[in-house]
């Protein structure tokens, strides 16, 4: 990205940042209600000074991550297993269709009955919400590979573990890694969520916290560091992409 | 004939109700080079998948070495026409050769300098790290001959394999396959549709006419070796087979 688009791209939160704070100095804004960037800045530099919030974003991270990898871990092989498998697929079909719509958030009551609060709690309800886009995705990227390449695979004298290995799992990589990185921002929204309906740990709670304490700059200080913790990680997981799945984006000419 | 290495047995096949192939029958001997030829429609790729062990007829048998295959050997090598699709995109030229290597279980050590050989005879010593789809369509193709090469087959298959290349790509590819296959003594069966290439190239051509394939005639080719694009294509002999089995095409396709 060159040095001009990314000034172009801050014009605009920098005018809407400049407007906030105009409005709120005016009196227009109750200051209440939505402080101003004069404090949050100042509330979010001091959190990350004194370690509060690098803190809270550890125990948030470490459940979305862990939330996301039993996603990955249950969603990839079952995609794959679908998607290879049609009539597996047509039996499965109307127990994901109808399991899918539950709101995630519906989980809290029962999981909470039985881990109580705690890091898995956030962790398994996460994982509920990352397994449809993983599964799905991974589902469909394998229905989509090249049946050459599997007849291929058969022509070797591969096995079928090994084919699936070998050549359908590397095919369908660039569909996954693309369910992979929505999913993980799915996993920090729900694990953020369920922070704040119920459970006292992590970045949500510690923006609960700070509305019924009425310190808004401190909730605007861990909202605007929330958006930009999930900003960092998907800007990471492309390069990530673009690194592993090199072979995908040089033939389509963008490295 | 000396003892074959290869038969088709009264091999039938049938998609559904159409016929594709009825009572097909014909022998392959050692070292030779048998071109495999006939319009659209008869059936001579569903032939050579018979022989890959790719598919089962329903009556009738391909046999190696007088046992019926019933699935793919690596003692067979198979080289599809659409070079694009059967090249794993996420691995290397060296890596889509490997391939063939691991799957028939030759010890890691000696593997790269086995690819490298592979790679120099076929013209690709200096492409080994690129991906598939960065190459041209008549190197890709190569980098599928060494694949099927560094199986050590037996019989080589070839389906087509220059139909998809540019007339100058397609004469030097022909005149590489011709000289590398009589230098190792390769036995090889070349399905195409394009009649001067099978009398270009082969020991004998086996010509087939459509719905359903049926062998109509075997023409022994004695045009002297080494061949030449020009001198051999202007041969009397060349002219005269031409003529012979231009028939079988030409009628068919009229109908």
Known sequence: ?255 | MAQPIFAFRDVSVRFGATPILDKVGFDVAPEEFLCLVGPSGCGKTTLLRVAAGLIRPQEGRAEFEGRAVAEPTPELAIVFQDYSRALLPWRTVAGNVELALEARGAPRAGRAAEVKRLLGIIGLADHAQKFPLQLSGGMQQRVQIARALAQRPRILLMDEPFGSLDAMTRQALQDEIARLCKAERQTVVFVTHDLEEAIYLGDRVVALEANPGRVVEIVEIALPRPRDQLTTREHPRFLEYRHRLFGHLAKKEAE
Request: net charge positive; proline share 5%.
């Open chain 1, 1 to 255: 990205m060159t040095l001009r688009r990314l000034l172009l791209g801050l014009v605009f939160p920098v005018a809407l940042l400049a407007a906030w704070e105009v409005s709120v100095r005016a009196g227009l804004l109750s200051e209440d209600v939505f402080s101003r960037i004069s404090r949050i800045v100042p509330a979010l530099l001091e959190g990350l000074a004194d370690g509060t919030i690098v803190a809270r974003t550890y125990e948030t991270l470490a459940a979305a991550l862990f939330g996301w990898a039993i996603a990955a871990a249950i969603g990839i092989p079952l995609g794959l297993v679908l998607g290879l498998v049609r009539p597996l697929e047509r039996l499965t079909l109307v127990t994901i269709e109808a399991l899918r719509p539950v709101p995630s958030a519906a989980l809290i009551p029962i999981v909470l009955l039985i881990f109580g609060f705690s890091l898995e709690l956030d962790a398994t309800v996460a994982a509920f919400a990352c397994l449809w886009p993983v599964l799905i995705v991974t589902t469909g990227a394998v229905r989509g590979i090249e049946p050459r390449l599997l007849e291929v695979g058969r022509a070797l004298g591969y096995g079928a573990l090994a084919r699936i290995w070998h050549f359908a799992l590397p095919a369908a990589l660039p569909g996954i890694a693309v369910g992979l990185r929505v999913a993980f921002g799915i996993a920090i929204v729900v694990a953020v969520t369920v922070e704040i309906a119920a459970n006292p740990r992590g970045l949500g709670y510690a923006m609960i916290t700070a509305q019924q304490s009425l310190r808004a700059e401190v909730m605007y200080a861990y909202l605007f560091w929330i958006g930009l913790v999930g900003w960092l990680i998907n800007v990471a997981m492309i390069r990530a992409e673009r690194h592993w799945l090199r072979w995908y984006w040089a033939a389509r000419g963008a490295a």
